[in-house]
């Protein structure tokens, strides 16, 4: 058995840590530091405000797409997609916005909170990479919810040119989808003029093309069986939209 007195332990101890001390200088001289992290990509946001320019009709939450030229929310004289039809009858865009996002063409889409009841406001953002500028454009599309079946908002304005702090104001018309007839009964319209089903999967409109509305008539005007007044009519334009790139 070998001792070792009290200098011979600190003798050993000492070349322990000499030993330890240069292993660690040796790591340190042949350590490379990571890369730092790439940058996050630039992003271009634009905020889409839409004003109820009507006496007495209540537009649904707006549904705004940002997208490509691909792409189009409903094309005039053509039949609406499901997505429209649930948005033109029940005020509802889920279904619109899940056909947009699904859409290898589309960028972004937001809803906005809730409905816009007559000369009431609101703004949604939208933002998309940098990248996607190029031909980029913005559609928007809200229900006249005291109607069966009509739209409003605008389709595919180009904004990819836009600069940080360039805006469009632009007025909208109100458009038929087409999908169910205009009966104007309270049993066929959700809003508070009705309280009616809204959407119904049956398209009952013999023409099922989207086309610019002839608006309402009322009982007002002679139309027995409607359920609305004067103060349900509208004359175009619907609403104000604008859209304002904010960076």
Same mark, same amino acid.
């Given at each position: 058995m070998m001792f070792?007195? $009290?200098t011979g332990i600190l003798r050993f101890a000492a070349v322990g840590l000499a030993a330890t001390l240069f292993s660690a200088c040796s790591d340190s001289d042949n350590f490379v530091p990571p890369? &730092? &992290? &790439?940058p996050p990509p630039a992003m271009a946001s634009f905020e889409v405000t839409l004003t109820n320019l009507t006496n007495g009709q209540p537009l649904s939450?707006? =549904?705004?797409? =940002?997208?490509q030229d691909a792409y189009s929310v409903f094309t005039v004289g053509s039949a609406a997609t499901a997505g429209l039809e649930q948005l033109a009858e029940g005020g509802d865009n889920s279904a619109l916005l899940a056909e947009a996002d699904a859409d290898a =063409?589309?960028?972004a889409s937001a809803s906005g909170a809730a409905p816009i009841g007559p000369a009431g406001s609101e703004t949604?953002?939208?933002?998309v990479l940098q990248? @996607?500028? &190029? *031909?980029l454009t913005i559609s928007l599309s809200s229900m006249l919810v005291n109607t069966n079946d009509a739209v409003t908002g605008v389709n595919a304005v180009p904004v990819g040119a836009f600069a940080a702090g360039d805006t $469009?104001?632009?007025r909208s018309i109100a458009y038929d989808a *087409?999908? @169910?007839a205009n009966t104007e009964a309270a049993a066929h319209i959700p809003g508070p003029a009705g309280g009616g089903e809204g959407f119904n999967a049956a398209r009952d409109d013999r023409a099922d093309l989207v086309a610019m509305h002839a608006g309402v008539v009322g009982q007002d005007d002679g139309f027995a069986a409607s359920d609305l007044t004067g103060q349900h009519r509208f004359d175009n334009p619907i609403a104000q939209i604008r859209i304002e790139r904010i960076n």
């Open positions: 070792m007195n $009290r890369p &730092p &992290p &790439p939450p707006i =549904a705004v797409i =940002a997208h =063409a589309v960028m949604v953002t939208v933002t990248s @996607e500028l &190029p *031909g $469009r104001t632009m *087409g999908t @169910e």
